[in-house]
């Protein structure tokens, strides 16, 4: 993909995500601006779907929405709380545990800096920046498997894994785009752009996109074409 068409894709995409599920992450920080809760559900949405995390978001916050309430939860009261995310049990000991961490280590402040959100349990770099991007609107890029396929899909960049993904886009992504990147692209994954077989007659930017690795798509285009 040309470079210069980016921007122009970006642009298609934040039209055509208003008619999209919005992913429950950007929801969660869009309704509450609160750094804590992004860092919360997004632990609670590593591999489990987004009407799962939102219901299990809503549970655990109506019980405790800040790291001293939630320390006087017990594991078994947060497992409750969170079920059916994947591995529950191993994110209420996860959750318990950063926020302790962020009680007598940071003044129950959610850190605003990826050297210190990779210090707590369970978080990694695609969790740290999405509290930096969604939570402190900072600009960081999250990377998770749909930015990782779709940017690589695109011919945007030639990367082998999220990590690699992630310094190529910081080189190469405008820094105007990089906090909505990521929910531009999970929304594309969910609705259209799929790991197997995407509609890629229903995408909106398939003129832009040179479909590395796709060998079967669906064809239909309901779409007219764009300049």
Same mark, same amino acid.
């Given at each position: 993909m040309k470079k210069n068409y980016i921007c122009k894709v970006i642009s298609i995409l934040k039209e055509e995500a208003r008619k999209w599920d919005v992913p429950v992450v950007t929801l969660m920080a869009e309704r509450s601006h609160d750094p804590f809760k992004v860092l919360i559900s997004t632990v609670l949405s590593l591999r489990t779907q987004d009407r799962v995390t939102e219901g299990a978001s809503k549970r655990l916050f109506e019980l405790?929405?800040?790291p001293k309430d939630m320390l006087k939860?017990?594991?078994?009261?947060i497992e409750k709380?969170? +079920?059916? !995310?994947?591995? +529950?049990? !191993?994110?209420?000991?996860?959750?318990?545990?950063?926020?302790k961490d962020l009680v007598e280590r940071y003044n129950s402040k959610v850190p605003d800096n990826m050297e210190e959100l990779l210090k707590l349990k369970g978080v990694g770099r695609k969790t740290a920046n999405l509290v930096l991007s969604m939570g402190y609107r900072k600009h960081a890029i999250c990377v998770d498997t749909h930015v990782h396929r779709i940017s690589n899909r695109l011919g945007y960049v030639r990367t082998k894994n999220p990590l690699e993904t992630e310094f190529a886009l910081m080189k190469k992504l405008p820094k105007?785009?990089?906090i909505e990147y990521n929910s531009l692209l999970v929304a594309l994954g969910q609705q259209v752009c799929r790991p197997i077989?995407?509609?890629?007659?229903e995408c909106p930017i398939e003129r832009y996109c040179e479909k590395v690795g796709v060998e079967k798509r669906r064809k239909a285009n309901k779409y007219r074409e764009r300049v």
């Open positions: 405790a929405d800040n939860l017990s594991t078994e009261e709380a969170i +079920y059916p !995310v994947g591995f +529950y049990k !191993v994110k209420a000991r996860n959750i318990l545990g950063i926020c105007k785009h990089w077989s995407p509609k890629c007659g």
